[in-house]
């Protein structure tokens, strides 16, 4: 099976910490050069240093806001002026929870902005070098909830559901350039944000973090949560040349959680 990137260069966003800096791993092991984008640069020269070389692999860093689409579209560009960039992955924090009835305004449209806003700035700041190159990998890293909406997280339900149409969209108008675009769905990972959703629910519910996690654990066929290393490998894989074929797929990778075929 050809899993090599040996000569391409990745974008990986959200990837300070958690499942992008896991994706930005396991790229790099790859073969790949891997600029990692999110908003505090200490952590990102950190992730960047850390990253596996594998030969003369030529790995890199953005400061940026993904919700500042002007200066994101900006900072990409010129990244992919000097450097084309072939594979983009799209990836930030989730939204806050609460019910979806409960939401203001300003939230769902803070999330449309942060995801699928900034997601389209981005693709559009690489699309050139993809077409030019006739080579590009689009993976989004969204939810399960764009196949089974979770209790308790309404703005993000709402519009991961707007990305994962907006990607299966995109998969079919850009398949004939050699563009894939797919979505991961990650199960329960151990990342922040697994912590801010226990933290949330264990408020709502009067229950200790512990019963919290251990009843979201019982829901998982795996009987664990993920760890972030396999999310990783299957936006890796979904980015290799092995999965030229596969376009506009969502991916899974929730341990058996989901009870929908
Ligand atoms: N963990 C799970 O169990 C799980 C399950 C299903 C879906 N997901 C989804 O998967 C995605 C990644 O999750 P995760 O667990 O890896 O989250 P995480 O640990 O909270 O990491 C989020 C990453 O996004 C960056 N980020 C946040 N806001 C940003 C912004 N405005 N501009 C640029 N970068 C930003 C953060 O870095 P900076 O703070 O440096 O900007 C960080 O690197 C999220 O959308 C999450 O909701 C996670």
Redesign the pocket.
């Known amino acids: 099976m050809d899993l090599d990137l040996t000569g391409k260069h990745a974008l990986v966003?959200?990837?300070?910490?958690?499942?992008?800096?896991?994706a930005a791993h396991e790229l790099a092991l790859l073969g790949c050069d891997v600029t990692v984008?999110?908003?505090?640069p200490e952590?990102?020269a950190a992730v960047a240093a850390a990253l596996p070389q594998r030969g003369a692999q030529a790995h890199g860093w953005i400061?940026?806001?993904?919700?500042e689409h002007a200066a994101l579209s900006a900072q990409v560009q010129a990244l992919a002026a000097g450097k084309p960039v072939h594979i983009l992955v799209n990836?930030?924090?989730?939204?806050p929870g609460g019910p979806a009835h409960a939401a203001e305004d300003a939230a769902y449209l803070d999330a449309f902005n942060?995801?699928l806003l900034?997601n389209h700035a981005l693709v559009r700041a690489v699309l050139p070098g993809m077409r030019a190159a006739r080579w590009g990998r689009v993976v989004n890293?969204?939810?399960?909830?764009v196949k089974e909406p979770i209790a308790g997280l309404g703005v993000?339900n709402t519009i991961r559901g707007a990305v994962a149409s907006w990607a299966k969209t995109l998969s079919r108008e850009l398949g004939a350039d050699g563009i894939t675009v797919n979505n991961v769905?990650?199960?329960?990972?151990?990342?922040?944000?697994?912590d801010?959703?226990v933290a949330d629910r264990a408020r709502n519910s009067g229950q200790a973090p512990e019963a919290v996690l251990e009843a979201m654990r019982k829901t998982v066929p795996a009987n664990r949560?993920?760890e972030?290393a396999e999310?990783g490998a299957a936006i890796a894989f979904l980015c290799s040349p092995a999965a030229g074929y596969v376009n506009g797929v969502s991916l899974a990778v929730d341990g058996g959680r989901m009870q929908s075929i």
């Open positions: 966003c959200g990837a300070s910490e958690g499942i992008g800096r896991a984008l999110a908003r505090r952590a990102l400061a940026a806001d993904v919700s990836n930030t924090g989730g939204p942060r995801h900034a890293v969204i939810s399960t909830s993000s769905l990650p199960g329960y990972t151990r990342t922040a944000r697994i801010q959703i949560f993920a972030p999310i």
